[in-house]
């Protein structure tokens, strides 16, 4: 089991750039594919990115790429968003998931696929 914990939320400026942290417990972190949602009011939770067990491999969602990056620490058990050139659309509260699923390569936007999620961080990006 993997609990998470994200980090790093709060109020920035159109253009400001925010770093999200997820801290996640246990032994096996090397065992997950690793994911970033978010979830604005009023919408459903969206993919925003995804990282392989190893790390070599990212996936960015559209909204998102060439703005946010994302990687991770295995021997720290952590996982970062790198938030950059911030827009008010991207005001949600924010979600780390763990994901067994597939292969050491694999990835998914399916939020479905993740069966350990992190309580949340709020971003609000302000116009």
């Known amino acids: 089991q993997v609990q998470l914990v994200e980090s790093g939320g709060g109020l920035v400026q159109a253009g400001g750039s925010l770093r999200l942290s997820c801290a996640a417990s246990?032994?096996?972190?090397?065992?997950?594919?690793m994911g970033w949602f978010r979830q604005a009011p009023g919408k459903e939770r969206e993919f925003v990115s995804a990282i392989t067990r190893s790390g070599s491999t990212t996936y960015y969602a559209d909204s998102v790429k060439g703005r946010f990056t994302i990687s991770r620490d295995n021997a720290k058990n952590m996982v970062y968003l790198q938030m950059n050139s911030l827009k008010p659309e991207d005001t949600a509260v924010y979600y780390c998931a763990a994901s067994s699923s597939g292969g050491g390569y694999y990835l998914s936007a399916n939020s479905l696929e993740y069966e350990y999620w992190g309580q949340g961080t709020q971003v609000t990006v302000s116009s």
């Open positions: 246990g032994r096996t972190f090397v065992r997950y594919a």
